[in-house]
C-alpha cells in the first residue's frame, strides 16, 4: 500500500503562483510514477502533470509553460509549481501514483490517491 497526502491548495488571486506538495509513504520504493490529477466542480477528474521515477515529465497541454511538476525519490514526494494561475485552474487537486511501468493519463492507469486539496483562483 501506498499513502498519499497532498498539502498547499489554497485561494490566490489571477496571476498568482502556488506550490502544491504529495509526501508518500508506505511501499514508496515500489512507485514508478507519480502525478496530478484535478477536479473543477461538475466535471470529470483529468490529469495535469506525471513524473516517471526514470525522470520523465509529462503535462497536460493546457498548463505546459505554466507548471512544473518535480520528484524527490529520496524524500519520496512530488511537487506541483503552478505559475500564472488562471480563474479556469479553479479545482481540487489530486496526488495520484502506480507501481506500473507504463506513463498513464487515465484515472484507471493509477493505484493510489490523496484525499485532495483545493486550488481556487479568483479573477
Known amino acids: 500500500q501506498v499513502h498519499l497526502v497532498e498539502s498547499g491548495g489554497g485561494l490566490v488571486q489571477a496571476g498568482d503562483s502556488l506550490r502544491l506538495s504529495c509526501a508518500a509513504s508506505?511501499?514508496?520504493?515500489?512507485?514508478?510514477?507519480m502525478a496530478w490529477f484535478r477536479q473543477a466542480r461538475g466535471k470529470e477528474r483529468e490529469f495535469v502533470a506525471a513524473f516517471s521515477r526514470s525522470g520523465g515529465r509529462y503535462y497536460q497541454d493546457s498548463v505546459k509553460g505554466r507548471f512544473t511538476i518535480s520528484r524527490d525519490n529520496a524524500k519520496n514526494t512530488v511537487d506541483l509549481q503552478m505559475n500564472k494561475l488562471k480563474p479556469e485552474d479553479t479545482a481540487v487537486y489530486y496526488c495520484a501514483a502506480t507501481l506500473d511501468y507504463g506513463l498513464g493519463y487515465t484515472n484507471d492507469d493509477y493505484d493510489y490517491w490523496g484525499q485532495g486539496t483545493q486550488v481556487t483562483v479568483s479573477s
Open positions: 508506505g511501499r514508496t520504493f515500489s512507485v514508478y510514477v
